[in-house]
């Protein structure tokens, strides 16, 4: 299937345990994830079980939050970053702004590391 025939196809729903295998992330993840407002498109096809229909869409979202997640960010600044890409996805999000502000704080962070560890190292030398 070319690319023209995948845009006009309408995105495919899955339930969790095929998102769960696609994301290498487990169910319980995916449930607390949904808790937190992370995923979208979620939907209950029938109102006689408790399945969900996840949208392709949770796909990305995943592995942008476990992309994240490499650089410290926390859930909460994942869906700050989330919500503000939903907002304008023909938009670039700022996200060197807010790469920006985790480095910072990291810096911060070993900085005060630092001073920690050569006031530990004061201590055991005495």
């Not at 096809?45 to 476990?66: A, M």
């Not at 939903?86 to 502000?101: E, G, Q, Y």
């Amino acid at each position: 299937m070319d690319y023209s025939q995948r845009s006009n196809k309408k995105l495919e729903k899955m339930k969790i345990g095929e998102l769960s295998k696609q994301t290498k992330v487990s169910r319980d993840t995916i449930r607390f994830y949904e808790n937190k407002d992370l995923l979208t498109d979620i939907s209950r096809p029938y109102e006689w079980n408790n399945y969900k229909d996840y949208g392709e869409n949770n796909v990305k979202r995943i592995q942008i939050i476990k992309y994240l997640q490499r650089f410290s960010f926390t859930l909460s600044e994942c869906k700050v970053l989330l919500d503000e890409r939903d907002a304008s996805p023909n938009n670039c999000v700022d996200k060197n702004s807010a790469f920006k502000k985790k480095l910072e704080l990291i810096e911060k962070q070993i900085s005060e590391l630092k001073q920690t560890r050569d006031a530990l190292i004061a201590l055991v030398e005495e």
